[in-house]
Structure formats: C-alpha cells, structure tokens
C-alpha cells in the first residue's frame, strides 16, 4: 500500500509535490530490477520521483563522492573509503556468443579460440577477463572494441564474434535465441553487484523507502532464477 513520507529533497510536478529519489546504474550491474523498482516505487510510494540513470561506473563513482546521487549500483566495490557498499549478488560470467557456436561450460583456456567484443580499458569487465587471462598464461583475440552493452550483444546475436558477460546481461537474447551462453569455468570468473549510497550525508525517508523496494526486487529475482546468480550478505563482502 502506499507509504506516508514527509517532503524534503521534494521537486514541484504542476502542484504536486513530489520526493526526488535518484538510482543510478552501470548498463549491467542493478539493470535487471529496474523496471520492477519502477513500477513498485510508483505503486507504493505516489509521492517519490525515482530517477533511474544508465551510466559507466567512472560517472557514477565520480557522482558518489560528489554527493549527486542517492544510490548508485557498482561491480566489486566491496569496500570504499569515500562511500558505502552493500553487497547485493555475485555473478558468473559466461562466454556469449552467435547462436548455435557450441554449448556447455568452457574452459578458461578455450578462450582464445573465440574472437572477442569487448569494451575498451580500463573498462572494469575488460580488466576482470585480461587479468584472468595473465594468471593463466592464455593470450586472448580482442578483435572488436566497442563501449556499449546494446551495440555488443548486437553484433553478437549477428555472428560477428563473442563476449563474456553477465547472463542477466542478455537474459532477454539468450530467452530468445539470439544467442547463446556457455560457463565459463577453470576458473570461474565471478563478479559482485553492490548498492552504493554516499557516506557524507544519511539516506532521506524517501530515498530509505526506494533502497527496501530494491533490494527486496533484487531478492525475489535471483530466488526465482530470473536474475542468475548468488545472493550476498554483508559477511560476503571481501
């Protein structure tokens, strides 16, 4: 039911006074319960304005120590000085590629086998596979740079090369067909999702309210195998 919240960091619509709520997401990390927190924010909570913004994770880091944000969603930020992280899920990354182009778990050394789409450095994806790679001595084949997850899982699902990436990144194409996804195991290469809010100033009533929708989204997802991948509590982070 729709929860009473009193008014400040309030914005004017015509003459309804509305709580402005800020959610800022890396195009990965936090966007697979964004539309429920959406429409969930707009049922129970009428008087709060969430503004939900897709950005990379240099921006929204920038914007928290800025105090711009109210909470931004961050890969394997377990323990920051300047804000403050709660662990949300640990994903498995997987080898996307065109539909049909082998099945199974594949192993780290396999690799190279597969011309890669990836994301430009530092991007923190392009770091996590490159630093595997030199722990196990595989030289990988980067064949196409490209910083955009929609322009990525695009060329895939067009045969032009793979990835590695997330399930939840492509939960839609792989659903579909579009493509397809392999474990990538040995070692498995895991990456942790966590809710980040700026330390220099405590959450509003508003803000306090969307961050339970959030996280209660968060958890009936990855329960239900709609957003795969592990749950994490304050005790995982590392």
Not at 58 to 68: A, S, V
Not at 175 to 202: E, F, M, N, W
Request: hydrophobic share 40%; proline share 9%; aromatic share 6%.
């Amino acid at each position: 039911r729709p929860l009473a919240l009193p008014v400040p960091w309030a914005v004017a619509e015509g003459e309804v006074i509305r709580q402005r709520v800020t959610l800022t997401l890396t195009p990965g990390a936090g966007s697979a319960p964004a539309p429920n927190a959406a429409a969930s924010t707009r049922a129970r909570l009428p008087q709060v304005s969430l503004r939900i913004v897709e950005s990379f994770s240099g921006t929204i880091l920038e914007w928290l120590n800025d105090d711009r944000l109210d909470f931004g969603c961050l890969y394997d930020i377990a323990r920051p000085r300047h804000f403050i992280s709660e662990p949300l899920v640990r994903e498995d990354l997987y080898l996307i590629c065109p539909p049909g182009q082998g099945s199974g778990d594949l192993p780290f050394e396999e690799l190279p086998n597969f011309p890669l789409i990836m994301p430009s450095r530092p991007h923190g994806l392009r770091e996590r596979v490159e630093r595997a790679a030199r722990e196990t001595c595989v030289m990988l084949d980067v064949t196409v740079e490209i910083d955009g997850l929609p322009q990525i899982k695009s060329l895939v699902s067009r045969g032009v090369g793979s990835s590695v990436l997330s399930l939840s990144a492509v939960m839609d194409e792989w659903r579909a067909g579009q493509v397809s996804a392999r474990l990538i195991t040995d070692p498995h290469l895991r990456r942790s999702v966590y809710l980040c809010r700026p330390k220099g100033r405590p959450p509003t009533e508003a803000a306090s309210a969307v961050r339970e929708i959030f996280v209660a989204i968060v958890r009936d997802l990855v329960s239900a195998g709609s957003w795969p991948g592990v749950l994490l509590t304050d005790d995982d982070a590392q």
